[in-house]
């Protein structure tokens, strides 16, 4: 089961991706945890993301899809994975399609989860009392969404175009999105 987790912040991702590994025994792979792993490795590649890193620049495409085939090369990802954070541009979607293939993988689930933004909204301010993040105010949460429709949103467009997007109603109880999503995935 190869999934990617797409949706806006404040959509619940992170709360579902817990419930996806946790029910089909797959690792959570997240870029920023890739990337640190990486480094702690102290490998070549780890140190040329170490330079980037402390230099205060972006890590590009290539060197995270470097990281990305690392990742996924691990054993633990044998039986699937979902991956959080990336693709973030269609280029990195194109590149992960190519390693992929390249790899053998079976099909990739592309989930996206949709929830309207004044719902996002009050999603994201109703955790600002709860949480110590420090995106979840109002202004840094408008900001996110910005940033997620401008940046992120055309990956879902690609993966739709592709024939792997499957569109989960992001309203309602935790559970029910999980059901969704298990139905969505055929289980």
């Not at 690792?27 to 490998?43: F, K």
């Not at 054993?75 to 693709?87: A, E, Q, T, V, W």
Request: charged share 20%; glycine share 10%.
């Amino acid at each position: 089961m190869q999934i990617v987790l797409l949706g806006p912040p404040g959509a619940g991702k992170g709360t579902q991706a817990v419930k996806i590994c946790a029910q089909y025994h797959i690792p959570h792979i997240s870029t920023g945890d890739m990337l640190r792993q990486q480094v702690a490795s102290g490998s070549p590649l780890g140190n040329k993301v170490k330079s980037i890193l402390d230099s205060g620049e972006l890590v590009t495409d290539d060197i995270i899809m470097q990281v990305v085939e690392a990742r996924l090369s691990q054993s633990d990802c044998r039986n699937g994975f979902l991956l959080d954070g990336i693709p973030r541009t269609v280029g990195q979607a194109q590149s992960l399609t190519t390693l992929l293939l390249k790899m053998g993988a079976a099909k990739l689930n592309v989930l996206q989860i949709n929830v309207p933004d004044a719902i996002l909204l009050e999603r994201i301010e109703a955790r600002q009392g709860q949480s110590s993040r420090s995106d979840d105010t109002a202004e840094v949460a408008a900001k996110r969404l910005k940033v997620y429709w401008e940046q992120t949103a055309p990956v879902a467009n690609y993966y739709e175009q592709v024939g792997n997007l499957v569109k989960i109603d992001g309203v309602g109880a935790v559970d029910e999105v999980f059901n969704r999503i298990t139905t969505a995935l055929g289980t």
